[in-house]
């Protein structure tokens, strides 16, 4: 069965943190689908990711970029993994019916945003009731994650 991860945002932004766990989950050797809740934040991300380091490179795409079967990291607003990935990551707000398809599922939740997280606690309940390992991770005062239930 699929483990999700809640990842409860509070001190840092989704676009400071995304760059961060794409990049260990690179490192680990796995491919992944980043789902956006539309194309147009498909795009923000996919410029974010080529600015947000200078002296990095997260090697990435969207369908804009065409050959999506060869990229390590795709952009969607879909629901699809054309990548073969093994970890999907859940963005602003986006939803998905193919967790199960995964290793591993990442719901980033912007914690100052209470209708943000009362739809993460409906989620949760739906992801216990059908036997997911669900885990929550809270952003410490350093920046880093500490699993809290």
């Given at each position: 069965m699929s483990e999700v991860r809640f990842y409860h945002l509070?001190?840092?932004?989704?676009?400071?943190?995304?760059?961060?766990?794409?990049?260990?989950?690179?490192?680990?050797?796995?491919?992944?689908?980043?789902?956006?809740?539309?194309?147009?934040?498909?795009?923000?991300?996919?410029d974010h990711l080529w600015t947000h380091d200078p002296s990095g490179f997260l090697p990435h795409g969207s369908s804009k970029n065409g050959s999506e079967e060869l990229q390590p990291i795709y952009l969607t607003d879909k629901d699809e993994n054309p990548n073969d990935a093994d970890v999907l990551i859940l963005c602003s707000g986006a939803r998905s019916e193919m967790q199960g398809d995964f290793t591993l599922c990442c719901e980033m939740l912007d914690g100052h945003n209470p209708e943000d997280v009362s739809a993460a606690r409906a989620r949760w309940k739906e992801y216990k009731e059908k036997d997911f390992d669900v885990t929550y991770w809270?952003?410490?005062?350093?920046?880093?994650?500490?699993k809290k239930a």
């Open positions: 509070e001190r840092q932004s989704q676009m400071q943190v995304l760059p961060l766990l794409l990049s260990k989950a690179l490192e680990r050797g796995h491919r992944i689908v980043v789902k956006m809740d539309n194309a147009a934040n498909v795009e923000r991300m996919n809270q952003q410490n005062d350093r920046g880093g994650w500490d």
